[in-house]
């Protein structure tokens, strides 16, 4: 097969929508009421709490299954998809492979680390399946809190790097239920974002504003 390469023209950069957004707090500091703000969310609620709060809600059993609602989310008439949460599918993923295997270990799961192998194609393949997407992403994740580092995803940081990488935002929410961003990729005009978007801390914006009604913006 012959590739052909096309003209250069000349860059007209864009700020496109958030695609696929973080989102890390204490248990019950509001993540799932947060992302249930969201355009015709689905949650694919692997903490079950979503769907025993009344969300539209699945609770997958297997990878499979997750592959599966995501495929089939927007032919539905959904517009976000809700990873509630993150651990807890890596968790179940973990499991399936154990059983699988019959092992108690995904180091014991086969050879030569063949374990670590398959679950590592299971979580990177739901993954690649959001970013295919045409749906809104949002990854729940829990934090704990730490007295000197504050709130600390509890995600082990290999997985939270996939996700991450993929991401659009990153948003933290308080035991006070209140919702700001860590991490941005565009400078996005909070005012046109969607919900709940629109509605965001920015510490950044918040400090420039004191320091520009004090003279001193830089």
């Known amino acids: 097969m012959t590739i052909r390469l096309s003209q250069y023209k000349e860059v007209h950069l864009k700020t496109p929508a958030p695609k696929s957004i973080a989102v890390y707090g204490e248990p019950m500091a509001g993540k799932t009421t947060f992302a249930g703000k969201t355009d015709k969310p689905l949650f694919l609620s692997f903490d079950h709490n979503a769907k025993n709060a009344g969300y539209n809600a699945v609770i997958p059993e297997t990878h499979q299954d997750v592959v599966d609602y995501i495929e089939q989310a927007p032919g539905a008439g959904y517009k976000t998809i809700i990873i509630d949460t993150a651990e807890d599918m890596a968790n179940q993923f973990e499991l399936e492979v154990l059983k699988n295997h019959n092992a108690t270990s995904l180091k014991a799961a086969g050879d030569y680390g ?75 005009d909070d005012s046109q974002l969607p919900a709940p978007l629109n509605d965001i801390l920015d510490p950044e914006k918040e400090k420039q504003a004191k320091l520009k009604k004090l003279g001193l913006e830089k």
């Open 114 to 188: 063949a374990g670590f192998g398959e679950f590592n194609k299971m979580f990177s393949n739901v993954i690649d399946a959001l970013t295919q997407s045409p749906l809104t992403v949002y990854y729940l994740l829990r934090a704990n809190n730490d007295d000197e580092e504050g709130l600390v995803i509890v995600l082990k940081p290999k997985l939270f790097n996939i996700i991450g990488g993929y991401s659009d935002a990153l948003i933290e929410i308080n035991n006070k239920h209140e919702a700001k961003w860590k991490k941005k990729r565009y400078d996005w």
